[in-house]
C-alpha cells in the first residue's frame, strides 16, 4: 500500500477539479477538505487492487450532495458565504463565464461531465457512483458537454476550435 | 456521437482555475492540520538536509519511529513509505511540524552543539534482540566507540557478534540511536546502514568535539 501522501499528490489536482465543476468556486475547497480527510480515515481499509480514482470521485460525489444539503438547510452559511466568495483567492485564476455555464447545467450534467471527462471516468463506473445507468450517463455527459459548448465557447485560443 | 475535443477540454480544464503548487499547499496544509486534530495523522514526515545528505525523518504521536537515509541516487524514500505503511499505516501525509524538536536537534548535532538527543521515540519497528541492542546503542557516548562483540556482551548475547551487526543494519533510527559508534574490534570504521562515508563523517563530527 502506498502512503496517503502519495495519493494526495497523484490525485489531489483531479479531484479540486471535479469540486469546482459541481459546486463552483466557493464550495470546492470545503469539498476537496471533506473527501480526503474521509478518505484518509478509510484508506487503511482500501482494497489494493482498488480504481483510486473511482473510489474518489465516490467520495467527493457524497461530500458534494452533504455541502449542497449543508446550504440549503443553513440559509445563513449561504449569506456568510455568498457567490462570488468573499474569499478572492480560491477563485483566482477562475473564469467566472464557465461556472456560469456550469450552473445553468442540471446536476446530472454538470456531475456526468465532471466525472466523465475531468476525473476520466468511464460512463459505466460514473452510473454506479450517481445512482443511474450507463445510457442515462452517456446521455447526461453528451448533453452537458454539448451546452457547455454553446454557452462557454472558451478563451480566444480554444474557439475556433472546431469538433 | 457528441465527443468534446482535446483543445476545447483543455480549455474546459483551464478555466476552472490554477490546481498547482500554491493551490494544493494550501489544500494540504488544512488537510494535516484536521487529520491530526482527529487523531488520524498516523505517520507525519518531512526530510532535512545534513552534512550526510538528506534524510526523512517520520514520527507517529508517539515519537519518532523512522530516521532515513535516500537510498542509492534518484531512488529516494520510496522504499521507506511503503514500509512505513506497511508495518505502521498508510495514513501517512507530510506533515513538517511534528518533526520540529527532531530537525533542529539534527540541525544542532551536526553542528557540534548538541551531544545528546532528548526525544520521544517509537520503537515498534524493532523487535527482540535487535531492540535489546538498540537500547544498548543509547548507553554508548557520543564521541565514543564501542566494538560489536562489546555490545553483544553489554546486551547480554556474547557469541551474537552477527546479529549485532545485523541490528544496526536495520536500525530504524540511525544517528539517533549511534549505530555509527560501533566499530570493528581492529578499530576499521565497519559497514553502516547510511555508507561507510557516513559513518566516517559521524565519528570525525564526534571526534572534533
Known sequence: MTAFEEIVTAYGPMVLRVCRAVLGPADADDAWSETFLAALKAYPELDPGANVEAWLVTIAHRKAIDVTRARARDPLLVERLPEPPQVAEPTVGWDAELWAALKALPRRQREAVAYHYLAGLPHREVAAITASNTDAVRRAAADGIATLRRTYPGNTATTGDTP | ??????????????????????????????????????????????????????????????????????????????????????????????????????????????????????????????????????????????????????????????????????????????????????????GSTGQYVGGTAAKQTLLTLEAAA
Not at chain 2, 7 to 33: K, Q
Open chain 2, 1 to 186: 456521437m457528441n465527443t468534446a475535443s482535446e483543445s476545447w477540454l483543455g480549455g474546459l480544464v483551464a478555466g476552472l482555475g490554477p490546481v498547482g503548487e500554491e493551490t494544493m499547499s494550501r489544500l494540504h496544509a488544512r488537510l494535516i492540520t484536521r487529520a491530526d486534530a482527529t487523531g488520524m495523522l498516523d505517520v507525519a514526515y518531512r526530510t532535512i538536509d545534513s552534512p550526510v545528505g538528506s534524510l526523512l525523518l517520520a514520527a507517529t504521536g508517539q515519537g519518532l519511529v523512522r530516521v532515513a537515509y535516500a537510498g542509492p541516487a534518484g531512488q529516494g524514500y520510496d522504499k521507506v513509505l511503503a514500509q512505513l505503511a506497511e508495518r505502521v499505516s498508510p495514513r501517512i501525509l507530510r506533515a513538517p511540524r511534528r518533526l520540529d524538536a527532531a530537525a533542529t536537534q539534527l540541525d544542532e548535532y551536526f553542528a557540534g552543539t548538541r551531544h545528546d538527543f532528548d526525544l520521544a521515540l517509537d520503537l515498534r519497528l524493532v523487535h527482540g534482540f535487535r531492540r535489546t541492542v538498540l537500547t544498548q546503542l543509547r548507553e554508548v557516548g557520543y564521541g565514543q566507540t564501542a566494538s560489536y562483540a562489546a555490545v553483544a556482551a553489554a546486551a547480554g548475547r556474547p557469541t551474537a557478534v552477527r546479529a549485532v551487526g545485523t541490528a544496526c543494519a536495520t536500525n530504524p533510527l540511525p544517528i539517533v540511536v549511534p549505530c555509527h559508534r560501533v566499530i570493528r574490534a581492529d
